[in-house]
């Protein structure tokens, strides 16, 4: 069983990261809680997951009694609670620091101390009441604990102000990088919001609101102006134009008619369309987007890894620096000056909280897997964005890929007493089961210029050989279809041609028969694609293919790439992605995600495109262009280069400057001040510098 929540009151990361290993020590659980998201996901495998579900919510009550566990799918609760939460705490932080300036201008001493501690236990109380909780069930390097024991030691040896101050600006940073964080969360939640609630179920007079799961296909839904597609259909009756941008980030407006495929998630922007329903709910290209991004930003990079394995050993080593700083000094000077070296101790323990880095590097990714779909790309998840990148090789299919995929057929040429029609007819009755792009444009041929249907009566022992050809008996003549080599494979004598097309070689009783030649127009997207992948900063850029060469090396030479393997067979291109991997390279393999699964699955990034809504593609590819354009795979690296550079950024800055901060603080250089700096400020620094991920 699997459950989704939202937990409220959760406001350290690395509280976060401490409760899901807590939850993930029952057996039969595995959790996944994400500070960036608040929502924890669980997957129960065991006799009763009703009772594990308690046992799960009992933990959570364990670890803090304040975090509030609300079912994610009810969304009024969770906005209204967040609401109410963020309130509080401004008019709480308000209200102390009226409280503090009111102490400062007080001259009584007993009563400006008595106003500071009021001060004090206001913006502090939650904060010292969740260390108590956890000091109690034995946890305790978490930032509770570490705020309270260094403000309550500062209240101790007389720092009044600086005690207050500490909280009251821990406090404020907490609500700014709530903020900031819930920028970033927006931005996932506007994405998942493109699905449409509901459908106008047509019955040939009048249409009724209905939700999608009551909407079957084949039936007729209304989409009215301004509304959603609610599901993959087919219009049958009206022209309007659809706002796409959703889907694939582009703002371009799409025209439709009776007889156009329309996708959910895309926007009716002038008439009312009459469509037939062709795909359910869950089957639907919308629903799809939504499952991919909600998963992507659930998964986790190596360096988020890093950091959670880096702050465990982090933070109990500066507790002990700071034990070691409060009493072995005092001890070679007879303790005189005990209360200057506790102060630094103090000091200490207010910069050793690691969430900087806990908060930014999961955020990086989170805000990144955004911008990705706002601009009509899906990532699967951080460890992808990772990988992309250090692509440093990319090599593209074809068909569909570089080239549009709307293929026509330039020439017919016959050999002996065979006729140009029957040239045709057989090759049309030969890739009658294929779904191959280049199959569907002659059959489209054939009907157009014979105008007659196909009779599966007349083809028997039929026989596809994958990247070569089909051998059948058609009109009672055994026959061969198929690329050069299939037909010298079969002991045919014929001489090749050199078109810059793809030949299509046909073989009847034996005797070579003629040849069709097909081609096919180069994206105009993908004319500089050499030029934007040098600038993203790829070294090897190829060209692999199951077309003869020289089809393959006239896009080659227009789209100016060097290395062009052509005549390749499904495994043929594995075996040379897996050599480029064994030479120590990255490789991202492009492909239309329909015949090139085996490859997409193979790369290190398999990026599939051009077919949007493709099952194949989504199953198999790592990262899903939602457009037809191959200039989007030199953008792709480019964002993941850029987020990775944040990622160490956050990652070297918030060490850099604790670490500065901390021999500082030692050695007497520094106070309480830069100490909050170093905690609150480095937090929201890097959160910030997070944020820089969302931009395109």
Request: charged share 25%.
């Amino acid at each position: 069983m699997e459950y989704k929540f939202k937990l409220l009151k959760i406001h350290c990361a690395g509280c976060a990261l401490a409760l899901e290993q807590n939850i993930n020590q029952i057996e039969g659980v595995t959790a996944e809680l994400s500070f960036v998201t608040k929502v924890l996901k669980l997957k129960i495998e065991t006799e009763k997951p009703a009772e594990t579900l308690t046992q799960v919510k009992l933990v959570i009550n364990k670890f803090d009694h304040s975090i509030e566990i609300l079912d994610y799918a009810d969304e009024e609760e969770i906005a209204e609670k967040e609401k109410k939460e963020k309130n509080f705490k401004i008019i709480k932080l308000a209200v102390s620091f009226v409280v503090l300036l009111l102490a400062l201008v007080i001259p009584v001493k007993w009563l400006k101390i008595s106003i500071f501690l009021l001060d004090y236990l206001l913006v502090s109380y939650g904060t010292l009441l969740k260390a108590g909780r956890n000091l109690i069930n034995g946890k305790v390097f978490d930032e509770n604990f570490l705020m309270s024991i260094a403000s309550l030691g500062a209240f101790v040896i007389g720092e009044y102000l600086e005690a207050v101050m500490v909280m009251w600006l821990y406090g404020v940073g907490e609500i700014l990088e709530e903020l900031a964080v819930n920028k970033s969360r927006r931005t996932i939640s506007s994405l998942l919001e493109i699905k449409q609630p509901y459908a106008n179920l047509y019955d040939g007079e009048s249409d009724k609101k209905v939700e999608l799961s009551a909407v079957s296909v084949g039936d007729l839904i209304v989409i009215k102006p301004g509304e959603r597609v609610p599901l993959d259909s087919i219009v049958t009756s009206g022209t309007s134009y659809l706002d796409v941008s959703a889907l694939t980030g582009e703002s371009r407006e799409q025209v439709v008619t009776t007889g156009d495929h329309i996708l959910s998630g895309s926007i009716n922007g002038a008439s009312v369309l009459i469509a037939k329903v062709e795909k359910l709910e869950s089957e639907s290209v919308v629903s799809k987007i939504v499952e991919l991004v909600e998963k992507a930003t659930e998964t986790k990079a190596k360096s988020e890894r890093f950091i959670s394995k880096f702050s465990k050993y982090y933070t109990p080593t500066v507790i002990a620096l700071a034990v070691i700083i409060m009493f072995v000094p005092p001890i070679f000077s007879g303790y005189s000056n005990f209360s200057t070296y506790a102060y630094r101790a103090l000091c200490f323990l207010v910069v050793s909280c690691p969430c900087a880095l806990v908060i930014s590097v999961p955020l990086t990714y989170f805000a990144s897997i955004g911008s990705f779909a706002r601009n009509g790309i899906v990532v699967k998840g951080a460890s992808f964005v990772e990988a992309l990148a250090k692509v440093n090789t990319v090599i593209f299919d074809k068909t569909g890929t570089l080239t549009k995929g709307d293929f026509e057929i330039t020439e017919i040429s016959v050999q002996g007493e065979h006729t140009e029609d029957e040239i045709l007819e057989t090759v049309a009755y030969a890739e009658s089961f294929s779904n191959h792009r280049i199959a569907k444009s002659i059959l489209e041929k054939y009907k157009e210029k014979i105008n007659k249907p196909i009779n599966s009566a007349w083809i028997t022992d039929y026989t596809e050989v994958a990247g070569k050809g089909v051998k059948a008996n058609i009109f009672m003549q055994d026959t061969l279809v198929g690329n050069a080599k299939f037909l010298k494979e079969n002991g045919i004598k014929f001489y090749e041609v050199g078109r810059s097309g793809t030949v299509v070689y046909v073989a009847i009783s034996g005797e070579y028969a003629g040849y069709i030649v097909i081609e096919d127009k180069i994206k105009r997207d993908a004319l500089n694609i050499v030029k934007h992948l040098k600038n993203a900063g790829v070294e090897d850029i190829c060209l692999s293919t199951g077309d003869e060469e020289n089809s393959a090396r006239a896009v080659c030479s227009k789209l100016g790439i060097k290395n062009c393997y052509f005549g390749l067979l499904p495994e043929d291109k594995v075996s040379i992605i897996t050599d480029k991997v064994q030479e120590g390279r990255t490789v991202a393999f492009v492909g239309d995600g329909i015949n090139d699964a085996p490859s997409l699955a193979n790369a290190n990034v398999g990026i599939s495109m051009g077919e949007l809504g493709s099952d194949i593609a989504v199953q198999a590819s790592d990262v899903v262009i939602m457009t037809d354009e191959p200039s989007k795979v030199a953008y792709a690296i480019k964002k993941a280069k850029k987020t990775h550079k944040i990622v160490l950024e956050n990652i070297i800055g918030s060490i850099g400057i604790k670490v500065a901060i901390l021999i500082l603080i030692g050695f007497g250089f520094s106070g309480m001040w830069l100490a909050v700096f170093a905690d609150v400020g480095v937090n929201l620094i890097a959160v910030i510098n997070s944020l820089r991920a969302m931009l395109k």
